[in-house]
T-cell receptor
């Protein structure tokens, strides 16, 4: 197992288009988190899953954002009708239930033009 | 709501010297975890060190140690014998013990440069 994997690494899209990102967590990690990081800032929590259940969503997660984790394995984050303000690094992290350490992926950098 | 503040946007240290990065946080909880994460350029964030709030002893990991002052809500990171590979963004983060979800609340980050 090579760690948390995110795809794509970079995405450039036109305003108004939909985009989808994928995260593959470390095998058997029950918890999966999505964060957003803008330039010069720390990551901000968006949402988290425990197995397939989405248990918490931040107020940052507008109606245009949706996340899924079917079967409790990989997760997808979709942004509909992208806006320039959505430009950011989207980070995924996973952790086992019994460990406080979160393992991060390299992120997907989204640029909305 | 909990907040984490890093008041040093940038820090610089000479190779082999020691540097301290500052972090303060605000919470009304008594049980929580504090972390320092390192984010090298274009690479993923990795955990540097972790501190449980109930432990009075400061955590240490090789060249990295913390000064945890619970009453003052301060959590600084000391890097000894700095190496070129230590250059990165460093983030202080808070995790509630009572919030079973385990989400992290991050500070704004400190960019550390190491001069040869």
């Amino acid at each position: 197992d090579t760690g948390v994997s995110q795809d794509p690494r970079h995405k450039i899209t036109k305003r108004g288009q939909n985009v989808t990102f994928r995260c593959d967590p470390i095998s058997e990690h029950n918890r999966l988190y999505w964060y957003r990081q803008t330039l010069g800032q720390g990551p901000e929590f968006l949402t988290y899953f425990q197995n397939e259940a989405q248990l918490e969503k931040s107020r940052l997660l507008s109606d245009r954002f949706s996340a899924e984790r079917p079967k409790g394995s990989f997760s997808t984050l979709e942004i509909q009708r992208t806006e320039q303000g959505d430009s950011a690094m989207y980070l995924c992290a996973s952790s086992p239930l019994t460990n406080t350490e979160a393992f991060f992926g390299q992120g997907t950098r989204l640029t909305v033009v | 709501a909990q907040t984490v503040t890093q008041s040093q946007p940038e820090m610089s240290v000479q190779e082999a010297e020691t540097v301290t990065l500052s972090c303060t946080y605000d919470t009304s909880e008594s049980d929580y975890y504090l972390f320092w994460y390192k984010q090298p350029p274009s690479r993923q964030m990795i955990l540097v060190i972790r501190q449980e709030a109930y432990k009075q002893q400061n955590a240490t990991e090789n060249r990295f140690s913390v000064n945890f002052q619970k009453a003052a809500k301060s959590f600084s990171l000391k890097i000894s014998d700095s190496q070129l590979g230590d250059a990165a963004m460093y983030f202080c983060a808070y995790r509630s013990e009572t919030n079973q979800g385990g989400k992290l609340i991050f500070g704004q980050g400190t960019e550390l440069s190491v001069k040869p």
